[in-house]
Nanobody, 122 residues
Framework: VQLQASGGGLVQAGASLRLSCAGS?????MGWFRQAPGKEREFVAA????????DYARSVKGRFTISRDNALKTLYLQMNSLTPEDTAVYYC???????????????????WGQGTLVTVSS
């Protein structure tokens, strides 16, 4: 499984941005994480294979939307109402194999993309 994240950039507070993650292989649960300078990598959102179940970190709920297109093997993260606190390197990740619930810790994910930088200016 290989993952390639893209779509990051520099935007102003209040703007929107959509991240993409192109993958290869069969990926069941997929997720987005982010890591701000000097901080640990944190969970942002996750989605199951069919797209019928999603989970979000409290800090992004209502502003971010995770989705996937299995035909294109692509994961998305639509980010609206961005704030400077959203500034981080965003990583996509994948779990191979069934999981009864959506994992939210980094240790539960098997594969990682290289990250894409999102910078939100005030």
């Amino acid at each position: 499984v290989q993952l390639q994240a893209s779509g990051g950039g520099l935007v102003q507070a209040g703007a929107s941005l959509r991240l993409s993650c192109a993958g290869s292989g069969r990926m069941y649960v997929m997720g987005w994480f982010r890591q701000a300078p000097g901080k640990e990598r944190e969970f942002v959102a996750a989605i199951n294979w069919s797209g019928t179940s999603t989970d979000y970190a409290r800090s992004v709920k209502g502003r971010f939307t995770i989705s996937r297109d299995n035909a294109l093997k692509t994961l998305y993260l639509q980010m609206n109402s961005l704030t400077p606190e959203d500034t981080a390197v965003y990583y996509c990740a994948a779990v191979v194999g069934y999981r009864p619930r959506l994992p939210t810790s980094t240790s539960e994910y098997h594969y990682w993309g290289q990250g894409t930088l999102v910078t939100v200016s005030s």
